[in-house]
Structures are given as C-alpha cells and as structure tokens.
C-alpha cells in the first residue's frame, strides 16, 4: 500500500492538496508441475491416446495456494492440434469437474489429427490483478494417432491350404 498526495495550484495561487492509497499488487500467482495432472487415461496400450480419447487436464490450486485470487486458469493443447489457449473450469461439470469452487480446475480435449509422439501440456494462471504464471505438465502424454502400414512384401504365407494343390478353403 502506497499513499499518494496531489498538490494542484491554479494561476490565482489558489491551491488544494488531495490524497489517497494505492494498492500494488506484483505478486505472481503460483503454478506448479506437482499441481498439473492428467485426469484421464488413454484407450491404447499402456494408456496411449488414441483418436477420439478425451484427454483431461487438472490444475489442484489447493496444492499451489493461489486461493480466490485466480481469475483465469487456460492450457495449451497446440501441440497436438487442439487450442492455445483453452479455459479450465472450476465449475462442478466441465470435464467431470467434481465440485465447484473447489479450486481444482479442469479442461478437455478429444484427440484427432495426425501425432505421434509425447507431449506436455502448458498450463497458465492469472489472479485478480492480471499477473500471470505458468508451468509445464511433465508428465509425458503419448499419443498415437497414425494407423499402422502393412505392405505385400511384409506378408508371409506360412502354412498351406487345405484343399487340393494347397489352395484355401
């Protein structure tokens, strides 16, 4: 808190003086990785997103302490083809959100496109003063959404027919 006095004086010399207090707030709210999960399992194997998988993200402020200072929680799912900046909920429904007001925020992407690979998930907070922080889910999601190719040439008959001459029945 900062106190602030005007003093004004007008060519006649007649002058007022008024004051006030002003509050700064520069305090970066508090977001970190241990507080980033993935509340979703994918339907491949070992738990590999696979298209139309729902992948959920939770952010547990009760963990970071930021408490009725957040305004604004958003995750970024750019790099596997969803938005950049995708707005958490703490409203009891979104993504399965279990209570509202909880401080546990959530978001939601259905996995599509073409990806490959293993990725992170960005998360970013903002508090009531627009200061704003952000961290990286490490996790590590593994999505594949590339089918598997299969050529002639990979393909070995091993056992023949039972027909005449060998031929399949």
Same mark, same amino acid.
Do not use: H
């Given at each position: 808190?900062?106190?602030?006095?005007?003093?004004? @004086?007008?060519?006649?010399?007649?002058?007022?003086?008024?004051?006030?207090?002003?509050?700064?707030?520069n305090?970066?709210?508090?977001?970190?990785?241990?507080?980033? =999960?993935?509340?979703?399992?994918?339907?491949?194997?070992?738990?590999?997103?696979?298209?139309?998988?729902?992948? /959920?993200?939770?952010?547990?402020?009760?963990v970071?302490?930021?408490?009725?200072?957040?305004?604004?929680?958003?995750?970024?799912?750019?790099?596997?083809?969803?938005?950049?900046?995708?707005?958490?909920?703490?409203?009891?429904?979104?993504?399965g959100?279990a209570?509202?007001?909880?401080?546990? #925020?959530?978001?939601?992407?259905?996995?599509?496109? &073409? #990806?490959?690979?293993? #990725?992170d998930?960005?998360?970013?907070?903002?508090?009531?003063?627009?200061?704003?922080?952000?961290?990286? $889910?490490?996790?590590?999601?593994? /999505?594949?959404?590339?089918?598997?190719?299969?050529? $002639?040439?990979?393909?070995?008959?091993? &056992?023949?027919? =039972?027909? @005449?001459?060998?031929?399949?029945?």
């Open positions: 808190t900062f106190g602030i006095a005007v003093n004004a @004086t007008d060519i006649l010399l007649n002058s007022i003086v008024s004051s006030d207090t002003v509050n700064i707030d305090i970066l709210p508090i977001v970190t990785d241990g507080a980033i =999960s993935i509340a979703s399992t994918g339907s491949g194997t070992g738990g590999t997103y696979l298209p139309g998988d729902n992948l /959920i993200v939770q952010w547990d402020d009760t970071d302490s930021n408490g009725l200072e957040v305004v604004l929680a958003t995750t970024n799912f750019s790099k596997m083809g969803g938005g950049e900046t995708v707005a958490m909920a703490d409203d009891g429904s979104t993504c959100d209570s509202a007001g909880d401080n546990i #925020y959530r978001a939601c992407y259905t996995i599509s496109g &073409s #990806y490959a690979s293993t #990725y998930v960005a998360l970013t907070v903002t508090d009531n003063a627009g200061n704003t922080a952000a961290a990286d $889910d490490t996790t590590g999601i593994v /999505i594949d959404t590339i089918a598997p190719t299969v050529t $002639d040439g990979a393909i070995d008959i091993i &056992s023949a027919g =039972s027909g @005449t001459a060998g031929t399949y029945i």
